[in-house]
T-cell receptor
């Protein structure tokens, strides 16, 4: 158990709809990351938050948005869904600064599998 | 810019064979961190090993070992005496510190099949 919690685990929806994926980071981690893994694809970095502020942006579509709340949980909002958005969406958390014991390894949740029909 | 290349798409071995997964990276930073993650068929991503850019000492941890060579920008991962449970997709990752966290990119992954 990584300590990162993601909900829902599975989600099936139709094209054009909007969904929200939720993530609770490990206790004490201030940084949250979102990744997308399409079928047989690698992990594509979407966005990162640190203590409520956006810190880095990757290949995130304009139809997607995210935020991190004061209690540090994060939500990824996907709107106007298309078939190609079907993927496994991972949330990860990390410490904010490298230390002797922790050099930024990401701890991943189990992922939210989104199927768009 | 960061880049991670895993040239091997799939590898198939027979149980008890040793297998090495290759990883080549690109970065402009002088301080960076390298990782290997495992994604078994169940889908979760599991952190395996890490190496800092300033420490080229290679190590062995159980059946896992890694070979970090800065001169060739390579971070290869070896599983000794492979087992069926090692069957998974293995991702190499490169991470650089930035304000408030780490920018981490992953290679495309190498799918390992270990046959009994």
């Amino acid at each position: 158990d990584s300590g990162v919690t993601q909900t829902p685990k599975h989600l099936i929806t139709a094209t054009g709809q909007r969904v929200t994926l939720r993530c609770s980071p490990r206790s004490g981690d201030l940084s949250v990351y979102w990744y997308q893994q399409s079928l047989d694809q690698g992990l594509q970095f979407l966005i990162q938050y640190y203590n409520g502020e956006e810190r880095a942006k990757g290949n995130i579509l304009e139809r997607f948005s995210a935020q991190q709340f004061p209690d540090l949980h994060s939500e990824l909002n996907l709107s106007s869904l298309e078939l190609g958005d079907s993927a496994l969406y991972f949330c990860a958390s990390s410490v904010p600064v490298a230390t002797a014991l922790n050099t930024g390894e990401l701890f991943f949740g189990e992922g939210s599998r989104l199927t768009v029909l | 810019a960061q880049k991670v290349t895993q040239a091997q798409t799939e590898i198939s071995v027979v149980e008890k064979e040793d297998v090495t997964l290759d990883c080549v990276y690109e970065t402009r930073d002088t301080t960076y961190y390298l990782f290997w993650y495992k994604q078994p068929p169940s889908g979760e991503l599991v952190f395996l090993i890490r190496r800092n850019s300033f420490d080229e000492q290679n190590e062995i941890s159980g059946r896992y070992s890694w070979n970090f060579q800065k001169s060739t920008s390579s971070f290869n991962f070896t599983i000794t005496a492979s087992q069926v449970v090692d069957s998974a997709v293995y991702f190499c990752a490169l991470s650089e510190q930035h304000t408030g966290g780490f920018k981490t990119i992953f290679g495309a992954g190498t799918r390992l099949f270990v046959k009994a």
